[in-house]
Nanobody, 125 residues
Framework: QVQLVESGGGLVQAGGSLRLSCAASGRTNSLTAMAWFRQAPGKEREFVAGLSWSGSRRDYADPVKGRFTISRDYAKYAVYLQMNSLKPEDTAVYYC??????????????????WGRGTQVTVSS
């Protein structure tokens, strides 16, 4: 089993920045892909960014390209999401996801076995 804990959410004005963290524990050496998803009120959960644990591949959703950066700390089994130039439409609960079999990030939430409980990001206009 793997446990994921997100942190770093909060309230920020449009144009500001936040850095989300996801700490993995448990059978972390089995993980091959990690990702961030988000869910706004009344909307489906959507892919934001993901990476292969080797670091060889990173993918981003079109709305966040050029503004968000996903990275990982191999030694700490942590994944980060640096969010810059935030917009009100980025307001959502952000979830960390991980999987031991994918090998690369996948945009479908159904592909991930492990999930965190989420952290709220609110961007005011």
């Amino acid at each position: 089993q793997v446990q994921l804990v997100e942190s770093g959410g909060g309230l920020v004005q449009a144009g500001g920045s936040l850095r989300l963290s996801c700490a993995a524990s448990g059978r972390t050496n089995s993980l091959t892909a990690m990702a961030w998803f988000r869910q706004a009120p009344g909307k489906e959960r959507e892919f934001v960014a993901g990476l292969s644990w080797s670091g060889s591949r990173r993918d981003y959703a079109d709305p966040v390209k050029g503004r968000f950066t996903i990275s990982r700390d191999y030694a700490k089994y942590a994944v980060y999401l640096q969010m810059n130039s935030l917009k009100p439409e980025d307001t959502a609960v952000y979830y960390c996801a991980a999987d031991p079999f994918l090998g690369r990030p996948h945009k479908s939430q159904d592909e991930y076995d492990y999930w965190g409980r989420g952290t709220q990001v609110t961007v005011s206009s």
